[in-house]
T-cell receptor, first 116, second 115 residues
Framework: AQSVAQPEDQVNVAEGNPLTVKCTYS??????LFWYVQYPNRGLQFLLK??????LVKGSYGFEAEFNKSQTSFHLKKPSALVSDSALYFC??????????????FGAGTRLAVHP | SAVISQKPSRDICQRGTSLTIQCQVD?????MFWYRQQPGQSLTLIAT?????????ESGFVIDKFPISRPNLTFSTLTVSNMSPEDSSIYLC????????????FGPGTRLTVL
């Protein structure tokens, strides 16, 4: 069965410091991996995805994520955090071999708090 | 990406009533989905809205409770029937566009409170 784990409920970072939000996954086949961000009282915004190719993927707002197959991880990173990055971040996975079935499995979410 | 709107954005409803949530996309999309986000929780897929046929429901969700329509490639509705306080959640519509993209894009959500 597919699953996603975000081991940290909250991550606290000082503005200007690098940030990492962790995600590990479990799928039976090759994973399609996604990061979304949710600001208060808003829907989910797509940040980036890994389907195939380069393990380091770059996305919106200066975020990037590194796919590590051996560690089954897809951690979200940013070199220099902004206060405006404070939000709820979700990692999601889909099994590439699920055919026409497009179900995304979401992690529990990690709240990022960037302090001035 | 697609521009997705939902109506209403929020509502407060009485126990036992029903609410229909609308999802409108600005372009034709291949697939539409409905998710639920309970307070402080992650997202759970309710069903895939199929154009011209019955929706495909996930385990734990049934058509009688969450009837779904998708009359065309840009519009879908989700009804939350016979509501109870446990149905208080954010309901989100998402879409996959055509062209082989694997990305799902989400609407702004409908925040439902049941008293």
């Amino acid at each position: 069965a597919q699953s996603v784990a975000q081991p940290e409920d909250q991550v606290n970072v000082a503005e200007g410091n690098p940030l990492t939000v962790k995600c590990t996954y479990s799928v039976s086949g090759n994973p399609y991996l996604f990061w979304y961000v949710q600001y208060p009282n808003r829907g989910l915004q797509f940040l980036l995805k890994y389907i195939t190719g380069d393990n380091l993927v770059k996305g919106s707002y200066g975020f990037e994520a590194e796919f590590n197959k051996s560690q089954t991880s897809f951690h979200l990173k940013k070199p220099s955090a902004l206060v405006s990055d404070s939000a709820l971040y979700f990692c999601a996975v889909r099994d590439a071999f699920s055919g026409g079935y497009n179900k995304l499995i979401f992690g529990a979410g990690t709240r990022l708090a960037v302090h001035p | 990406s697609a521009v997705i709107s939902q109506k209403p954005s929020r509502d407060i409803c009485q126990r036992g009533t029903s609410l229909t949530i609308q999802c409108q996309v600005d372009s034709q999309v291949t697939m539409m989905f409905w998710y639920r986000q309970q307070p402080g929780q992650s997202l759970t897929l309710i069903a895939t809205a199929n154009q011209g046929s019955e929706a495909t429901y996930e385990s734990g969700f049934v058509i009688d409770k969450f009837p779904i329509s998708r009359p065309n490639l840009t519009f879908s509705t989700l009804t939350v029937s016979n509501m109870s306080p446990e149905d208080s959640s954010i309901y989100l519509c998402s879409v996959k566009t055509s062209g082989g993209s694997d990305t799902q894009y989400f609407g702004p959500g409908t925040r439902l409170t049941v008293l």
